[in-house]
């Protein structure tokens, strides 16, 4: 029993370098979302999906972009990635647009 | 703007010590409030979701609580295995989830 799936759950970039964080979830879910989190702040999300097809920003969408593969796999992309998204990302998902989320385990991510 | 605030920050109890937990929002209209718990290194895990004013949920040891302005969750006799982040957010009227906001946690350690 899965649920939501994400890769890597470590990675450290150099400023200015690229690097996609796959997400998966086996519970045919229509929505998904990719959220940050850091210290001393709540979990701010940075784009969703709220079906297949379609993808919207979030509150802190500046530096990242989204692909929904299908009903399973929403990627995040940074493309020159900045210390500023030195954070820990989660990807969640949820049955409904407005129904409870189930969360990844995570993916720390340092930018030298 | 639509606003929550968790307190305190931190709580430390011994085990068996009773205890609640506050989160207090403020929306121009709520259409429900979650509480999710965090282990270190985990995503966060949902527990409940509360709707309307005077609405009560319990789940083992926890009982959660909601008024106009705020929500308690309650801790009866706590086991170390208790010891997490607990995490609220709230969804306003006519919101979904990409309108979540999400307070900054309340990191609870329980001693045995």
């Known amino acids: 029993n899965a649920g939501v799936t994400q890769t890597p759950k470590f990675q450290v970039l150099k400023t200015g370098q690229s690097m996609t964080l796959q997400c998966a979830q086996d519970?045919?879910?229509?929505?998904m979302y990719w959220y940050r989190q850091d210290p001393g702040m709540g979990l701010r999300l940075i784009y969703y999906?709220?079906?297949?097809?379609?993808?919207d920003k979030g509150e802190v969408p500046n530096g990242y972009n989204v692909s929904r593969l299908n009903k399973r796999e929403f990627s995040l992309r940074l493309e020159s990635a900045a210390p500023s998204q030195t954070s820990v990302y989660f990807c969640?998902?949820?049955?409904?647009?407005?129904?409870?989320?189930?969360f990844g385990s995570g993916t720390q991510l340092s930018v030298l | 703007e639509d606003q929550v605030t968790q307190s305190p920050e931190a709580l430390r109890l011994q085990e068996g010590e009773s205890s609640s937990l506050n989160c207090s929002y403020t929306?121009?209209?709520?259409?429900?409030l979650f509480w999710y718990r965090q282990d270190p290194g985990k995503g966060p895990e949902f527990l409940f979701t509360?709707?309307?004013a005077g609405e009560e949920k319990e789940k083992e040891r926890l009982k959660a609580t909601l008024t106009k302005k705020e929500s308690f969750l309650h801790i009866t006799a706590p086991k170390p295995e208790d010891s997490a982040t607990y995490l609220c957010?709230?969804?306003?009227?006519?919101?979904?989830?990409?309108?979540?906001?999400f307070g900054k946690g309340i990191t609870l350690s329980v001693r045995p």
């Open positions: 957010a709230v969804q306003v009227r006519g919101g979904a989830n990409s309108k979540l906001t």
């Open positions: 509360l709707y309307s």
């Open positions: 519970m045919n879910h229509n929505s």
């Open positions: 999906s709220a079906s297949e097809g379609t993808t």
């Open positions: 969640a998902s949820s049955a409904g647009a407005d129904t409870k989320l189930f």
């Open positions: 929306v121009s209209g709520l259409r429900g």
